[in-house]
């Protein structure tokens, strides 16, 4: 079981992997489209990551509802509970 | 009367240059890209060819790790390539509505293709990234250029095997002269250095087996030429109609002439013998840019360094210049860098550029005993070029039966 503040890491370093931006720039209150530029091919790259890492799963019609980092955290750490 | 067309920026990222003018150089001293392959795929597969002429210096040198992520190392090549040509050009300001990209690629995506695959077999279909199909489609390089320039009026990919480089050239002159674009950049790419096109090459017996030799292995029109040694890499140049050229005050390499595309309609895989396909292109090539066989200096030829390839390129050559093929320096620089498959005639057109430009014909190395039924006067040590105006050709041949030749004239 990941805390919060390991997921969060471990999402941050997933979305520098993937886009480059700094992880301390992945924030909870940060919206991945909005703040963070992500587009959707992305977002998937991503998810498909986070599955992997956190060994959980994120059904496609759930990834809608992940808008900001903070929704993304709460959701794997639901999952893993 | 057709718009006259000038080339005005030269890219290229090969085994013998990372860049044009590192290429350059050593394209006139004479060097060999080839090389034993360390990959674990080679032992593992057993493939029965252990080397390849990679490109000196890798894509992810020149591109930052999260552009090249979305694209295809053939697609990195293509960028790398045009960005040169771009900055090579000067152009700063452009009408983006007006710049147009014909980019080809032989292949396209194997290596994404091939992974993804890899990953669906071993790790399930939601691990399949989602940029797969971006990133293996054959527009992928000429998509990315687009995107990466802002050329907004078409982005183009002939596909015509080995002869798609130069035909991405054939077919930037036609938008130029029909008035669809003013500015074309235009190349090849291709990156298939990977274990399956290795084993389908070698399979058709097209590759050379010197296994305990590499850099000697790629020998066109040498009695002991046993097949062609597999490059990577990418060409670019810059297309520009002669009066936007010459507005922005541009430096002018040389003026695009002619081109032409030729299919031999004779075997899927096998060259015509008495070349008339190639014969065909060549004189076709040379009335387009209404050049006559006594202007051409140089040719940059095809020359794969195939057992059956070399002899009927020659026939053609002869066919289509007469006695004056005896006065013209012919160059095989796939010699020094392998077959980069559809970006060859990309990087071969930038060669014949620089060649004109220079006028200097660059190496052909390898070459100890000459195929006494070749006897072309080809160049093994770097020669001069006349002065005066001067024109050269460079051909190439694909598998289908393709043929394309470009024909460039000194400014």
């Keep these: ?12 370093e997933i ?54 980092v903070g929704d993304a955290v709460g959701f794997i750490a639901n999952a893993q509970a | 009367m057709a718009r006259k067309v000038v080339i005005t920026g030269l890219g290229a990222t090969t085994p013998i240059g990372g860049d044009v003018p590192t290429m350059w150089k050593n394209a006139l001293k004479g060097v060999s890209g080839a090389h034993t392959l360390e990959d674990d795929w080679v032992a593992k597969y057993e493939l029965p060819v252990h080397f390849a002429a990679r490109a000196m210096t890798p894509a992810l040198e020149v591109l930052s790790r999260v552009e090249a992520k979305r694209m295809d190392p053939s697609t990195q090549f293509a960028v790398v390539a045009a960005r040169e040509a771009w900055a090579d050009s000067g152009i700063t300001e452009i009408d ?35 940029m797969t199909v971006p990133m293996l489609m054959p527009n992928g390089p000429a998509a990315a ?32 002269r029909a008035g669809k674009a003013d500015v074309v950049v235009c190349g090849g790419a291709e990156a298939a250095i990977h274990p399956m096109p290795i084993a389908a090459f070698a399979s058709m017996q097209a590759l050379s087996r010197r296994n305990d030799d590499p850099e000697h292995a790629s020998r066109p029109y040498d009695r002991d030429r046993d097949g062609f040694v597999m490059g990577e890499g990418a060409g670019a140049l810059v297309l520009e109609a002669e009066e936007h050229a010459l507005a922005r005050g541009a430096r002018i390499y040389a003026e695009l002439a002619g081109t032409s595309v030729t299919a031999d309609a004779y075997h899927i895989t096998a060259p015509d013998p008495e070349g008339l396909g190639a014969t065909r292109a060549l004189k076709a090539a040379m009335f387009d840019g209404r050049i006559q066989p006594e202007d051409i200096v140089h040719v940059n030829a095809h020359a794969t360094s195939t057992p ?18 005896d006065s013209v320096a012919v160059s095989a620089t796939k010699s020094q860098m392998g077959h980069l498959l559809g970006a060859s005639g990309a990087v071969e057109a930038v060669l014949t550029v620089m060649a004109i430009y220079d006028r200097k014909a660059p190496v052909t190395i ?45 400014v």
């Design chain 1, 1 to 12: 079981m990941a805390s919060n503040e390991e997921i969060l890491a471990g999402l941050a």
């Design chain 1, 15 to 68: 979305v520098n992997e993937e886009t480059g931006l700094a992880p301390e720039a992945v924030e909870l209150d940060k919206s991945f489209t909005e703040d963070l530029d992500i587009d959707s091919i992305s977002m998937m790259t991503i998810v498909v990551n986070a599955e992997e890492k956190f060994g959980v799963r994120i059904p496609d019609e759930e990834v809608k509802n992940l808008k900001t």
């Design chain 2, 96 to 130: 983006h509505d007006r710049l147009a990209v014909a980019f080809a690629t032989g292949i396209g995506g194997v290596w994404t293709l091939l992974d993804a695959w890899d990953t669906l077999r071993e790790k399930g279909p939601r691990r399949v990234l989602p």
């Design chain 2, 145 to 176: 250029v687009s995107l990466d320039l802002g050329a907004r009026a078409g982005a183009h990919t002939p596909v015509s095997a080995c002869a798609s480089g130069t035909e991405a050239v054939h077919v930037g002159l036609d938008l130029i």
């Design chain 2, 308 to 325: 059956v390839g070399d002899k009927p390129e020659y026939a053609a050559l002869k066919a289509a210049l007469g006695k004056h093929v």
């Design chain 2, 366 to 410: 390898n070459l100890e005993n000459q195929d006494p039924e070749i006897p072309l006067d080809v160049v093994t040590t770097a020669r001069d070029l006349p002065a005066g105006s001067i024109a050269a050709l460079s051909n190439s041949f694909g598998f289908g039966g393709h043929n394309a030749v470009i024909a460039v004239r000194s």
